[in-house]
């Protein structure tokens, strides 16, 4: 009822504020067409030690292999109001989280799928307003800790954006259709989001994000996990007498909270940010409930020549978040992460990355050995 609602009101505002034909843009449309393709080659490698202190000459290759990740993007302003877009892409269909497609299974094709497909309503007549709708990328900012980078959310949202001098804000609500049952209540995200930003004549700037997201119908999503083989989990689960899975153990409410500072060191194209994240579930059923999130960035990549030094640590309990959703290389929740990046622009198109990740459960069974897992990637990335 609430997914209705919230399509009705965004609709109606659509009505309100719509520009008159006669202000449309006249333009053909191949000309409000923006065409995007980006490319990653990547090298994978994945070793398991039996204790804390990695021995790089240890045995242990468990796995090498190739991915790629292809991707096609189309967005055509349709008028002054409304863009849509459209993003193909490789990938795994059963993976929500990843667009990398392995290559391997006896030279076999690929497949390309639907990765984005969206529009977005934003007036002339109230510019702060922003309403989308279809498959689209997040409307909000978080870490992987609570949504993967590769995660498109499907459904509804409306955004409130604005600036007053040094100072921007962003409300943000959002009605996210996650699974649907014909025997059972559907699985819906509704996210509530606002952030905060301050930029000072130094160079430094501020932000703090608050968001909520609450889960409606979730033991729907573990079913289907354990059934269909589609996504993981690594949240607690409820069993019946003959050991099927029948829903998790906790409900999922999301209270995320981020600080993010971007320092000015006074070297060209090589701030200091630092992200802090801690989030918790208020619906947990145990006090495995927390998560937390740490970065520190020297460097923009993103500009030629540039060097962009990363590291990143996670410490996410085991029903702190959805595990279906989360970093794709945490091993789900329950795990401890260190991740360590090397990234250079070496062109205006190209970016070569090296990454490092540590992973280790928080904890484990009596007889799990708990190795920890690393998890070593080589990429090149083209875009165009």
């Given at each position: ?51 804390s202190s990695p021995d ?141 930003s301050f930029r000072f ?184």
């Open positions: 009822m609430k997914f209705l609602s919230s399509l009705g009101a965004s609709m109606l505002t659509c009505m309100l504020f719509a520009t008159p034909s006669h202000a449309q843009t006249s333009s053909s449309w191949w000309e409000r067409l923006s065409i995007g393709m980006d490319f990653r080659q990547r090298l994978e490698e994945l070793r398991q030690f039996e204790n790089v000459f240890q045995n242990g290759v468990t796995q090498r292999r190739l991915k790629i990740r292809a991707r096609l993007t189309l967005n055509s302003q349709v008028n002054d109001d409304f863009q849509i877009g459209v993003r193909l892409g490789t990938g795994n269909m059963d993976d929500p989280l990843s667009s990398n497609q392995t290559l391997s299974e006896l030279l076999t094709r690929k497949p390309i799928s639907l990765d984005r497909a969206f529009m977005t309503y934003n007036p002339k007549a109230a510019p702060i307003l922003t309403i989308g709708a279809g498959k689209f990328d997040l409307p909000v900012t978080r870490t992987e800790m609570s949504w993967d980078i590769d995660v498109n959310w499907e459904g509804l949202y409306q955004q409130v954006r604005g600036t007053a001098g040094p100072v921007s804000y962003r409300f943000v609500t959002s009605q996210v259709s996650i699974h649907e049952e014909k025997q059972r209540d559907d699985t819906l995200m509704f996210a509530t989001y606002g952030d905060v004549d130094s160079g430094h700037s501020v932000q703090f994000v608050a968001a909520d997201y609450l889960f409606s119908g979730i033991d729907s999503v573990a079913i289907f996990v354990d059934t269909e083989g589609i996504g993981r989990n690594t949240n607690l689960t409820q069993r019946d007498n003959t050991g099927k899975i029948i829903g998790f153990q906790s409900d999922f409410n999301l209270i995320d909270l981020i600080a993010k500072a971007t320092l000015n060191t006074g070297r060209r194209n090589y701030p200091l940010q630092l992200t802090a994240n801690w989030i918790t579930n208020t619906r947990a059923a145990t006090e495995e409930n927390n998560g937390f999130w740490f970065t520190a960035t020297y460097g923009d990549a993103g500009k030629i020549k540039t060097y962009q030094l990363e590291y990143t640590y996670a410490h996410i309990e085991q029903d702190a978040v959805v595990s279906t959703f989360t970093y794709s290389y945490s091993e789900g929740t329950n795990v401890r992460l260190n991740r360590a990046a090397l990234r250079y622009r070496v062109h205006p198109r190209l970016r070569l990355d090296l990454i490092t990740i540590f992973t280790k459960k928080l904890i484990t069974a009596p007889n799990d050995k708990n190795n920890l897992l690393l998890r070593s990637q080589l990429d090149a990335s083209f875009s165009f």
